[in-house]
């Protein structure tokens, strides 16, 4: 009897429960804590993402066979490196392996060191001189602020004034705790994320997939944890994915080795194809949010045997249809700023395309809202445009008085 453990509860852990489910060679999943759409496949448990000690015990408790770590939290608190000091198979970086996600200032210098292309930048935790710094600097400047700051660590400032405040929040006022600032040069180009497989030295590659990070169309209005994805990227060549590969990905990973920290999971790279190359904006430490909905849509071969395989160091099969898939993001009015909970969702059930479910639970037997992005259709097409014409016609079947969604994902690229 084969128990996989599945740790989050977003859409993109819906994605993998959907995957980890058709495998033939998978008996139970367990989903902690899950949510309405990963009941579809699975038992959810109600033990948050951040208990990783009851995680752990769970595990244990019920003989689990593999357990997919899906959120930064669980990784940041080094639930790898608990599970494997366990004995325990889990998939996903160590602590010290996910600060290629978790400080931005690690990741920069990483990238410094080993040749890694991306942003010119500097580190600072004196406000004077990052001050004095920026004034060196041409308009827009990219402040991130280094460690997890639930997507708000990122600031395109357009004047100095900007700058100086959110600066001055962030190294004086210290706003998300410790303080320390990566200040780095705006990049111009398509921006998109590829998610490898990386075990060790080794990468296995997924397909591109673009997201949209804005609220609303045309990308205006507040950053959000990312409203749409599409795969199949117009703007990508095959020697732009080959160059990302070799000079970023394969790099990436054959460096954190180098350091000692050899990385086991998910690599995601979010990068940019600017007129100087394809740079790096930022590395994630897991599968990315809504990009795998749309990635693992795609994929044809068996997740759990692939995962499985990585974690025996063998090579894993990877299989992905050709087609394009395009996925938008329904969510709560409000969000990303405030907004209500507790909708009842009515979701038809599609014969083609799949309704991913974020932020949805089940009270008194009935799919209730219960986040700020609350469920992502999902569509194939044999091109973009039909892609999209599905995914839209699939949403005009949904009640969405109480949701927002953009209307515009894959619109300028048809
Ligand atoms: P991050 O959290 O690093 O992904 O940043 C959030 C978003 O800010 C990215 O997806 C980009 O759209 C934008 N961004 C971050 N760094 C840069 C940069 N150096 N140049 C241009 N845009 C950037
Ligand atoms: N889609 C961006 C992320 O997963 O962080």
Known sequence: MIKVLIIGSGGRCDAICKKIKESEQVDLIYCAPGNAGMARHGINIPIKVDEVDKLLDFAKENQIDLTIVGPEVSLSLGIVNKFKAANLAIFGPTKEA?????????????????????????????????????????????????????????????????????????????????????????????????????????VYKMIPARDYKRIYDNDTGLNTGGMGAF????????????????????????????????????????????????????????????????????????????????????????????????????????????????????????????VYHMGTKIKDGRVITDGGRVLMVVARGYTLEEARINAYNMIEEIDTKHLYYRKDIGLKFI
């Open 98 to 202: 996910a600060q290629i996600e978790t400080s931005k200032s690690f990741a920069k210098e990483l990238m410094k060191k080993y040749a890694i292309p991306t942003a010119a930048y500097e580190v600072f935790t004196n406000y004077d001189e990052a001050l004095a710094y920026i004034k060196t600097k041409n308009l827009p400047i990219v402040l991130k602020y280094d460690g997890l700051a639930a997507g708000k660590g990122v600031i395109i400032a357009k004047t100095y004034e900007e700058a100086e405040k959110n600066l001055y929040e962030m190294l004086v006022n210290k706003e998300f705790g410790e303080a320390k600032v990566v200040i780095e040069d705006f990049l111009v180009g398509e921006e998109f994320s590829y998610m490898c497989f990386v075990n060790g030295t080794k």
């Open 231 to 354: 795969t199949n990227l117009p703007f990508l060549t095959n020697d732009d994915i080959s160059y990302a590969y070799d000079n970023i990905m394969c790099k990436t990973a054959a460096a954190l080795v180098k350091e000692g920290i050899p990385f086991t999971g998910v690599l995601y790279g979010g990068l940019i194809k600017t007129s100087d190359g394809i740079k790096v904006i930022e590395f994630n430490a897991r599968f990315g949010d809504p990009e795998t909905e749309v990635v693992l849509h795609a994929l044809t071969s068996d997740l759990y045997l692939a995962i499985k395989a990585i974690l025996n160091d063998e090579e894993p099969i990877l299989t992905f249809d050709p087609r394009p898939v395009l996925g938008v993001v329904l969510t709560s009015i409000g969000y990303p700023s405030s907004y209500q909970k507790g909708y009842v969702l009515d979701i038809p059930n599609f014969s083609d395309g799949y």
